[in-house]
């Protein structure tokens, strides 16, 4: 692992893919930045750079799902709300399979992953079982978008484009459904989805300061 870190533009790529990872909203997305670094610096072994990127990725989202279950959970959600989303656990326990699926299949995505761990650290379920599949699943994107973007600088003046615009709409169109997406997770009565396959809000509100 630190053969991963020994010399600087690694080291500083791991702490800035951590850190950006690890904000819970209004961080530009990872895949952009590599894409950035992969046509800019096309001389960085695209495996390596990958692989850095999967692991500082893979830690800072698990540092924010325990985040949100010290912190909010344990701050803010009232015991009602609690109750609510420990249905999710409940139902979620003996479907781990699905549950890692899903996670591998996000993770192939450029979709946002902020709200998929905020979400899960509420439910207090095992870290484990969702960032093995997450890591293999950025690992294989991140090559992808590095790669790609390592070939077309072959091609394209960097000059030539406005990265300060580039997938701006993208970023704040993934950021503006954060918090709807938090308070409809929290919302949703989870019992009555997982046993009886009805979709519907539950009664209360779901944050009250304890």
Request: hydrophobic share 50%.
């Amino acid at each position: 692992m630190t053969a991963l870190f020994d010399d600087s533009p690694y080291a500083t790529i791991f702490v800035a893919v951590f850190l950006l990872n690890l904000l819970p909203a209004f961080a530009p997305p990872t895949w952009m930045a590599l894409s950035v670094i992969g046509f800019t610096t096309p001389e960085l072994p695209i495996f390596r750079l990958a692989l850095t990127a999967a692991v500082a990725a893979t830690a800072g989202r698990y540092a924010l799902a325990k985040m949100a279950r010290w912190l909010v959970r344990g701050k803010f959600l009232s015991e009602a709300t609690k109750a609510n989303i420990d249905e999710i656990r409940a139902g979620l326990e003996g479907r781990k399979a699905m549950t890692a699926g899903l996670f591998l299949f996000y993770a192939f995505s450029p979709l946002p992953s902020n709200y998929l761990f905020l979400a899960y650290g509420l439910t207090s379920l095992g870290m484990a079982l969702v960032s093995l599949p997450f890591f293999v699943g950025r690992l294989v994107s991140y090559s992808v978008f590095i790669g790609t973007a390592n070939a077309a600088s072959r091609r394209i003046d960097p000059e030539t484009i406005d990265w300060g615009s580039s997938g701006l709409l993208y970023f704040l169109a993934s950021q503006a459904l954060l918090l709807p997406t938090l308070w409809l997770f929290t919302r949703l009565d989870w019992g009555a989805l997982f046993n009886e396959r009805k979709l519907r809000l539950k009664a209360k509100g779901p944050v009250q300061p304890q």
